[in-house]
């Protein structure tokens, strides 16, 4: 999952790193997070998209 939550919004940041790393999902990146858990993975989207952020979930595929 990538997102971004804007600056103002700092306790959605923290709350959102919280439910990420509850559900055990990797932090790659700071706004970059992985997890095999989709369906929690779209609650949390939800959450960010009504707080006022942006999130998208991405399949990991291997090229090469």
């Known amino acids: 999952m990538v997102f971004d939550i804007p600056r103002e919004k700092g306790s959605v940041q923290r709350q959102v790193s919280r439910l990420l790393a509850k559900t055990?999902?990797?932090?790659?990146?700071?706004?970059v997070w992985k997890s095999r858990e989709l369906?929690?993975?779209i609650d949390i989207s939800s959450f960010i998209r009504k707080s006022g952020g942006d999130a998208r979930i991405l399949?990991?595929?291997?090229?090469f």
């Open 24 to 31: 055990g999902a990797k932090q790659i990146q700071r706004s």
């Open 59 to 63: 399949e990991e595929r291997f090229v």
């Open 39 to 41: 369906q929690e993975l």
